[in-house]
């Protein structure tokens, strides 16, 4: 067994701050609101210095900026007019000359005022930087059990060069090994091949993929968008037999997006009419065409079943037995096509879609409305939240004991009135879900200076089941309102007037009410 595990975690917001201009315009809108509201004041140099009559006066304030305004008085608080010249970020020339006694006011100039062009381009670059950090996970787990090696392979250290090589190898010890790795031993004369002895040899392969985005476009509003992909393979190889026939099983889920049709509810007034479901009754003869010309200029194989049958060795003629439109390879795509709103002619054919069919799933939430007017001062906090889940899985599939395989995932089985071979990809699949949830749809969640708080939500999740075996299609739909408030007794030992022994401990108590009002139903519909 072997197992590839890559993780990684990118900051882009630490890379970003690599470069001055992006680090300032992280720090201006990373500031709160209450915090820009608040005046920064500039600083000031205040001292009374007499002018010269012969030379020039230079006055060390220390500022660290020559972005200063000067203004003098003299002794009688009069504006006095003078010239002067700035050398560097400390110092100042009086070019003015004379023999009075003035007062200097040296103050810094705060240059917060910006045009629009600057305005519109921090706002822009802001914007670009919306993407703050990428957490990413791949695993992948290779295993292979293969019984009945001849007695002369391998000795106490797993090793053994009766065959000149290393036996089982290397690759088999280290876990880098695929299903070829069986016709290479079976090949060498490794393995004994007992008619008698039938336990398969079994290959697994597990494989997921994790990716989540974390995006901040305005300031407090922060979307998570989380990918995810988890295929389970299991095949078992009856390699003691010349056409060593292979069983194959597993499971798979990925995130997905059926957005399109959801929220829309069906009524006895109109029979439970249903949109999505009468799409997928439209989609069944287009998918059915499209597996079809999968098979356009292919032959039928000459071998299992189709060993002294009169089509072996022919072209495939749909004639002589199509693609059933209650099979799973028609029905799958059909079903996801239409309650996922994708387009049937493009929508993939593989049940099992690979890493580019993967949709995201995401959660928003933003707290921004607390710097609006006087919110701030009557909540501590105040969010709201929104999230969308949604996956595509097969529970559990196996494969079809007769299938034989012509290349590239396609292939035969025999029909059981006719004899006759018919198209068919490997899997079995009984059955398929699309899960969805809007956990919530909208939610509020705010908590008062007077440490009252409260939640609202509103959220709405179904179910859609596709039994192949049974043609029917089962919708599950949930609707539901949830309410909460609670409060927070702070330092509630000195409530109760309990004296603690840890002084500076502070024993709260929180007090919690929640309501769930929901409506549940289910509907079968017959394909």
Known sequence: QASLNLEGRFNLEQLYNKFTYLKNVNKRFAKSSSSSNKKIKPKRFTRTMQLKKDTTLVITHNLKTKKVKIVA????????AVKSRIIDNNKV??????????????????????????????????????????????????????????PEIGDIFGQSTHYDVMAPGLDFAFGFTDESYINKVKERGWLLCDETQTSPAIFSKTSEFNLEIGLEPLRGLKITLTNNRTDNRTNQIQFMYNDMNTIYSGSYTKTHCAIATALRGSSSEDGYNSGAFNKFLENIPSIRNRVESQYAGKNYPSTGFMINHGLAGQPFNAENGGAGESSSDVLIPAFVAAYSGFNPDKVSLNPFPGLADILPNWRVTYDGLIQIGKIRKIFKSFVLSHAYQCT??????????????????????????TQNPVPSSPFKISS??????????????????????????????????LNSDAGQVVEA?????????????????????IKSSQKGVSNDLTLNLECNMSNNNALIRKI
């Open 73 to 80: 008085a003299d002794t009688k608080n009069r504006p006095f």
């Open 93 to 150: 020339e009086i070019l003015t000359r004379g023999e009075q006694n003035i007062k200097f006011t040296i103050t810094e100039i705060l240059n917060d005022e910006k045009n629009i062009w600057t305005e519109i381009g921090e706002h822009a670059t802001r914007f670009a930087m919306m993407v703050r950090n990428v957490n990413l996970r791949y695993r992948t787990t290779n295993g292979l059990s293969l019984p009945q090696f001849m």
């Open 392 to 417: 595509y899985s097969v529970g559990s599939f196996t494969s079809y004991s007769d299938w034989i395989s012509i290349g590239n995932g396609l292939g035969f089985t025999q029909d059981q009135l």
């Open 432 to 465: 398929v879900v699309i899960t969805e949830k809007f956990a919530p749809l909208i939610g509020v969640s705010a908590t008062m200076k007077n440490n009252i708080s409260f939640n609202a939500e509103y959220r709405d999740a179904r179910t859609l089941t």
């Open 477 to 497: 739909n949930s609707k539901s309102f949830v309410f909460g408030a609670g409060y927070k007794f702070v330092n509630f030992n000195s409530f109760l007037k």
